[in-house]
């Protein structure tokens, strides 16, 4: 999928993250997260699924936990591809959806725990990043 998305504005390349195809198909096949995220701990994926099933639970807490480790491995990530703190980080890329999982899993957890500031920092950097992340995540 490399090259689908233009930026015909002129800002920062979309930047687009490796597969990791191995963590990405063990929880496609149903493997615990847990052992996913003990093989593949640099995967943001595995984080956010993570953060979504604590937060489904209840746990809002690990939810957010969960998805604050998302969020920076993804961080990581994305520098090591040539991000510089802003562009595009486009969701029809499927390796940044991990991230940007992770990054909407950080804001709603923050929002159910009063973080209200950080809850709208994460709210605009995804929109920032992919509006059609946003509409898929935000419903």
């Not at 953060?51 to 936990?65: E, H, L, M, P, T």
């Amino acid at each position: 999928m490399t090259g689908m998305t233009q930026n015909l504005l002129g800002g920062p390349p979309p930047t687009e993250l490796p597969d990791n195809a191995e963590a990405r198909e063990a929880l496609d096949k149903g493997v615990d997260p847990f052992e996913v995220a003990a093989r593949h701990p640099d995967y943001p994926g595995v984080w956010a699924e993570l953060a979504d099933r604590a937060f489904a639970r209840g746990g809002v807490i690990d939810s957010y936990a969960f998805a604050r480790t998302g969020y920076h491995r993804g961080l990581d990530m994305l520098r090591r591809a040539g991000w510089k703190g802003q562009g595009p980080i486009p969701w029809e890329h499927e390796p940044n959806r991990g991230f940007l999982r992770a990054l909407h899993a950080l804001g709603r957890a923050a929002a159910a725990i009063g973080e209200d500031a950080e809850a709208e920092r994460c709210k605009t950097f995804l929109r920032d990043s992919s509006a059609t992340a946003a509409e898929f995540l935000e419903g």
